[in-house]
């Protein structure tokens, strides 16, 4: 049995993609790729897919990830290309790789997030941002399945920082970037709580809801505050071809 790890992204309106929908969608593009799935035993049987730590409804996202598991082996650039195709335009496959290590899910610790605040002045966030890295401890309230629930979110955020908008928005639209380092812990600590610590410190209130695309997720670099490729370990760990091989011998140098 062969598996394959994907990285896929959630673009445009299609940030709106529920995960169950998107598991409808992708287990139809399996079926037009003709894609040779191992199925789960009992009288139910579904499609082997594990997903790791899908992003919430209405975001965007750069970094989703899933692994398939295989009858017959595939080469993984093909597959992705043929499923790519079978998906519709913002729902994109943009890497795979074979599985070659263990722990895919234990090697998501942190996300990149970009926060896009329109009708914000960038001093005002630039402010907030000095308020909220500076305090210890930002507390704030969501309403969970089992009620509501206070949780600090400050101790989750690794990195919060403005960037610059680019030079060529139109003028009189102001529009201020936040980019966010955070842990994955437990309660989950999303954007939205980190805006909602934002109003707590420096009332900071954006006309309308802020557009959050995740970046990146991955292994959090504690010393950098950087999130490596999690699908870098499946790549570096390709045998390298041997001179046993005959078309390995036959590229080598004379």
């Avoid at 082996?73 to 043929?82: G, I, Q, S, T």
Wanted: glycine share 4%.
């Amino acid at each position: 049995m062969q598996r394959i790890r994907l990285r896929y992204t959630k673009r445009g309106r299609l940030r709106f993609t529920s995960h169950r929908d998107f598991q409808r969608a992708f287990e139809r593009a399996l079926r037009r790729a003709e894609v040779p799935m191992a199925y789960s035993a009992g009288f139910t049987p579904h499609p082997k897919v594990s997903y790791a730590n899908a992003a919430p409804t209405g975001t965007g996202s750069e970094a989703e990830y899933l692994e398939i598991a295989l009858t017959a082996a595939r080469d993984p650039e093909k597959l992705r290309v043929l499923l790519d195709e079978s998906l519709p335009t913002g729902l994109d496959i943009v890497d795979a790789v074979e599985v070659r290590t263990s722990g895919l899910a234990d090697r998501l610790t942190a996300s990149v997030w970009e926060l896009r605040l329109a009708g914000v002045d960038p001093a005002d966030v630039d402010r907030a941002v000095e308020a909220f890295n500076a305090a210890d401890a930002v507390e704030v309230q969501r309403m969970t399945k089992n009620g509501v629930r206070t949780f600090d979110t400050r101790a989750a955020v690794v990195r919060l920082e403005t960037h610059s908008e680019p030079a060529d928005r139109p003028s009189g639209q102001p529009c201020a970037i936040l980019r966010l380092v955070v842990r994955h812990v437990t309660p989950a600590v999303r954007p939205d709580d980190v805006l909602s610590g934002l109003r707590a410190v420096a009332d900071l209130a954006p006309p309308v809801p802020a557009a959050v695309t995740r970046l990146a997720q991955g292994l959090l670099d504690e010393e950098t505050g950087t999130v490596t490729d999690p699908l870098a370990p499946d790549r570096e760990a390709v045998p390298a071809p041997t001179t046993a091989d005959p078309a390995a011998a036959a590229k080598a140098p004379a």
